[in-house]
């Protein structure tokens, strides 16, 4: 088997040993004669697994106790305005750091029923995230929301928003399990699974004891009430089975937070991280040819984004790294250029083989 460098920004790479648990599950899991796919959510074995994945979480996340975590479908496109619709009441206050693509949509959908606007954004295509002090929280405004890692532009935060008594509200659906993140700030930290926890059609959804009390609130405020699949409240009483949740995608993800666990947890993540992305942002200053986008006090870890001095050469750098076994490195369709995803599963191997590449391209074109 020939499985390529994967750089892909999501889905994205998945460790291959978890590849093979998830084969061996397909045609009879756990000697039950049934493939995991084929049993109902309701049986004691999809229950051991969905218990399973929840704890295993919570430990490698740092979940407190009185927090709640779901696993929901909607990706977290729907959490963008499921957030806003469970934590305020009609007409009610959030505001929201616009540091690119993802906190726009999540913004736009909380408009439709809130009073939510954006405090913080930059011109153009963001390059960097704000600093303290470079945004004033409205007074009654009841939560900041931020997108931790901006997966398109390349661009992170490396400690939580300023926020001052006000909870978060966070996307992190590109950065979760890279690096430890301080889940008490948060009212509601969310993020699809598709880049570090497992498979698309999972979104992780942890609830402060506040998040799911304002869900009920909300419920009573709205008129008609809030929808049942969009009601926090009910799938935290539910324990995310209100409907049939998606069994396999649960599974991929504990058997993801399994590697983690067995690779030395968020921690090891985290100084594998700073490793790949060091050896790859190191490249990309050497000399002068790349172009790298994001501003330095603001450099992702997890999506590496430059150009090269055109965008022919950009073209051609990527069709030539995908011929020598480099794939995924196309930046994204709005803003073009080369990306690449380091999420916890990509190894320094395949970031070695990307400098590499780098400095034969550049070489020969530069
Ligand atoms: C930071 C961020 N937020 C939200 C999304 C949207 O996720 P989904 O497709 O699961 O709705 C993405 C997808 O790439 C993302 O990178």
Redesign the pocket.
């Known amino acids: 088997m020939a499985r390529m460098h994967n750089f892909s ?2 889905p994205a790479v998945l460790p291959l040993s978890v590849i093979e648990q998830l084969s061996c599950a397909l045609a009879d899991f756990q000697g039950c004669g049934l493939g995991l796919m084929e049993m109902s959510h309701r049986g004691k074995v999809f229950d051991d697994v969905i218990v399973g994945a929840e704890a295993r979480f919570r430990k490698l996340i740092g979940v407190p106790d009185d927090y709640a975590v779901l696993f929901l479908q ?7 305005y499921m957030s806003a619709l469970n934590l305020l009441g009609p007409g009610e206050r959030a505001d929201y750091l616009m540091t ?4 726009t ?2 913004l736009k959908e909380a408009k439709r029923c809130s009073d939510a606007v954006a405090v913080w954004e930059q011109e153009g295509i963001p390059d960097h995230v704000p600093h303290p002090g470079s945004y004033t929280i409205r007074e009654d405004s009841k939560y900041l929301h931020y ?6 532009y390349g661009t992170q935060f490396s400690a939580l928003p300023e926020a001052g008594d006000r909870p978060l509200v966070g ?5 979760i399990a890279s690096r430890p993140v301080d889940v008490s700030r948060h009212a509601v930290l969310y ?5 570090n926890l497992g498979p ?1 059609g999972v ?1 992780a959804v942890i609830l402060s004891p506040w998040a799911v009390e304002q869900s009920r609130r909300a419920d009573r405020l709205r008129p008609g009430g809030i929808p049942s699949m969009l009601s926090y409240d009910l799938m935290v009483k539910k324990s995310s089975m209100f409907n049939t949740p998606n069994t396999f995608g649960i599974y991929a993800l504990d058997r993801v937070l399994a590697w983690v666990e067995d690779m030395g947890g968020v921690a090891a993540m985290t100084t594998r991280n700073e490793e790949k992305a060091s050896l790859l942002y190191g490249e990309l200053d050497r000399t002068g040819f790349w172009r790298p986008h994001a501003r330095t006090d603001s450099r992702s870890q997890m ?1 590496v984004t430059w150009r090269t001095p055109s965008p022919e050469l950009d073209a051609a750098f990527v069709s030539e790294a995908a011929a020598a076994g480099l794939s995924g490195l196309k930046g994204h369709r709005s803003v073009g250029g080369i990306r690449a995803s380091l999420y916890n599963a990509c190894g320094i191997e395949s970031v070695s083989a990307l400098v590499s590449f780098m400095k034969d391209f550049e070489s020969a074109k530069g």
């Open positions: 920004a999501g909607g990706g977290a496109s729907l959490q963008f690119g693509v993802w906190s949509k999540a997108t931790s890692n901006n997966t398109i996307d992190l659906s590109s950065d993020a699809g699974a598709q880049k698309s979104c999506n």
